[in-house]
């Protein structure tokens, strides 16, 4: 079964105003060069998302996302300073497709856990929005090091937590994006980390579909897209993403730059 490449940017909090409006600039040339095949996405914080809107809101060769929102919050729960809710993101003027949900940082900083992202997905679910979920997973080193059926236990009690009473008509609309922890971001000496091998993300990515056919079914699980999310960049991308499970990437660093991303669709085609 064919199933939809999606690379996605992440900006997460790296981008101002001004860096929207430069990457903007000098991406409304070379989108012409990504390949049709491609779903190309990006996640901007919140205080960028109007200027993707006023570049590309009418382009559906890009699609829009939010971060994060939080879960709980309406009129009649009282107010809560520095929340962005689900109702706020429907309603916004700007065409936002797309929510990252569960993103080891917003994890570990927010100290959010499964069920919180499950509440997350059980509001989507019953919104009739559209907006579409990434759904990150993954773990850290202490987990990669002990084996292979450590790191599965730890992948299942992820997805199966955090899709509790998911309808498998839903499960349609969600993508995974696997990110390993200990691929993430940047060392402490300000050097990025090392990208997952080609080999160890294929593994993960299909241990991830495996628990999607114990969940819901077979043909379900074979139609789902799995990024991968460790450093991806345009050097590796095409290794990575020439491996059977995996069906895109979600990119941090390295989406940042407008020729960047545009060669990590072209890898991904």
């Known amino acids: 079964m064919s199933r939809q490449i999606i690379i996605g940017g992440n900006w997460k909090h790296s981008m101002t105003e001004a860096d929207t409006v430069e990457f903007c600039e000098e991406m409304k040339p070379l989108i012409e060069q990504k390949p049709t095949s491609v779903k190309l996405i990006i996640a901007a914080p919140d205080l960028c998302i109007h200027i993707l809107e006023r570049y590309f809101g009418k382009d559906d060769r890009i699609e829009i996302s939010v971060q ?3 879960i709980g919050v309406s009129p009649t729960t009282g107010a809560r300073t520095g ?3 689900l109702n706020q993101i429907e309603k916004s003027e700007s065409n936002i497709q797309w929510v990252i949900i569960g993103h080891s940082e917003v994890r570990e900083y927010s100290h959010i856990d499964n069920r919180y ?3 997350q ?3 989507l679910q019953e919104s009739k929005s559209g907006i579409r979920p990434i759904l990150c997973i993954g773990e850290d080193f202490d987990i990669r090091e002990q084996g292979t059926e ?3 236990d730890y992948l299942k009690k992820q997805l199966t937590e955090g899709l509790a009473d998911i309808s498998a008509e839903f499960m349609k609309k969600i993508v995974i994006a696997y990110e390993p922890i200990w691929a993430i971001g940047k060392k402490t000496d300000g050097s990025a980390k090392e990208s997952a091998t080609s080999d160890q993300a294929q593994e993960s990515c299909n241990i991830i579909r495996s628990i999607i056919i114990e969940l819901y079914n077979q043909e379900l699980a074979d139609g789902i897209t799995i990024q ?8 590796n991308a095409e290794e990575l993403l020439s491996q059977t499970d995996i069906d895109g990437g979600l990119i941090g660093g390295a ?9 990590i669709t072209k890898a991904a085609s």
């Open 83 to 85: 929340a962005t809710t």
């Open 255 to 263: 989406s940042k730059e407008a020729q960047s991303l545009i060669d």
């Open 150 to 152: 450590v790191l599965k």
């Open 121 to 123: 997905l059980l509001e």
């Open 68 to 70: 994060h929102f939080d």
């Open 117 to 119: 992202i499950n509440q």
């Open 228 to 235: 991968y999310g460790g450093s991806m960049k345009a050097k």
